[in-house]
């Protein structure tokens, strides 16, 4: 494809888990920090899809290519410049925040992609990529992505309060992470509230930003919940603490998933780790920022990670750390035991 650039010694697209993101402006370091947590913690091969602005993709290649090779050889890369098949590329690109109407052309552009996770920059994998790309395999015969709530609560949730356009569910989806069939996207007839016969969706992008530009607040994921408000026997949601937020526990607790198993994706959004408002995830982006590659998972992120967390207990998140804690434990153990099994296999031939 014009302008894209590979870096693999051999196609594995069907062994790959494919993992996109779009960055623009100044989200290099936050982008680069979450394909760090993917690495860190995936066991399958990762193929990430990286869209960035033409003055990004130096910076990109410049630092993956400083990874150790103990984990550069777990994935590889491609980077595409931001493009839109339809409508005003200029009318996209100011959509929200920069480029990030982008994810809503995925399905157009990777067309030889079946399936992906779209996540934005500011979310970090405290477990495997691999548990939720697991998800694709429990969508029924009509879903074709899968997003969680926006809120767990309506009478504090802002879609249910706020909207002033159709949304999916009692209190919306949150975009921020997003599993796709790509090729049922591509392949599927969606109902709308434009035309009475279906349109596909770059058919239906345009025209539906068009009738709804006037009432949108967060941009595409506005449009994706009048998506899926039209077409909701196409939506698998999955549980909160597959996107936990700063809403999650800055109210108090209110994502029962997370209190029960650990949040699995942290999803800093509100620019949480680059101020002090809500020190317990700015703690983990830092811990995982500063991470030596090679170093020991427990000496090195696990133990400054409860470190850091004992000067957050004066907030509500901060009160409650086992919900951040307890699945990167989990986590880091399978990676240590399994590192362990690996070592002593090896030596064990000898």
């Excluded at 910076?59 to 590889?76: A, D, G």
Aim: hydrophobic share 35%; net charge neutral; charged share 25%.
């Amino acid at each position: 494809k014009p302008g894209e650039q590979k870096h693999s010694k051999e196609p594995s697209s069907l062994q790959c888990m494919h993992l996109a993101v779009v960055a623009c402006g100044d989200r290099l370091e936050e982008t680069l920090i979450m394909l760090k947590s993917a690495v860190l913690f995936s066991n399958r091969r990762l193929c990430f899809h990286i869209f960035a602005e033409d003055s990004l993709k130096p910076e990109f290649e410049k630092k993956l290519q400083e990874w150790p090779s103990s984990y550069t050889k777990k994935f590889e890369y491609n980077i595409y410049p931001i493009t839109f098949s339809v409508g005003n590329a200029q009318e996209w690109k100011k959509l929200f925040k920069p480029c990030a109407a982008q994810r809503l052309f995925l399905p157009v552009i990777l067309k030889d992609v079946d399936s992906l996770l779209y996540v934005d920059t500011d979310v970090l994998f405290l477990r495997p990529i691999d548990d939720i790309w697991h998800i694709l395999t429990e969508f029924n015969s009509t879903q074709l992505a899968a997003m969680a709530p926006e809120h767990e609560i309506p009478k504090i949730g802002w879609y249910s309060r706020f909207a002033r356009h159709p949304y999916y569910g009692t209190t919306g989806v949150n975009s921020g992470v997003m599993l796709m069939n790509l090729t049922r996207i591509r392949n599927t007839q969606f109902k709308n509230s434009m035309i009475p016969s279906g349109l596909t969706w770059e058919e239906m992008l345009y025209p539906l930003y068009q009738k709804y530009k006037n009432y949108i607040t967060w941009g595409d994921q506005d449009l994706l919940n009048i998506i899926f408000y039209f077409n909701p026997e196409c939506l698998y949601v999955f549980p909160c603490q597959w996107n936990y937020r700063p809403d999650h526990c800055m109210y108090g607790s209110n994502c029962k998933g997370a209190e029960e198993e650990g949040v699995s994706i942290l999803h800093g959004n509100r620019g949480v780790y680059h101020d002090d408002k809500q020190p317990t995830f700015k703690a983990l982006y830092e811990v995982i920022r500063d991470f030596p590659f090679e170093d020991n998972l427990f000496q090195s992120l696990y133990y400054p990670l409860q470190s850091k967390f004992l000067d957050t207990v004066h907030t509500l998140c901060g009160r409650i750390p086992q919900v951040f804690l307890k699945q990167i434990e989990k986590t880091m153990k399978k990676v240590y035991e399994n590192r362990v099994i690996v070592y002593l296999g090896a030596n064990h031939r000898y």
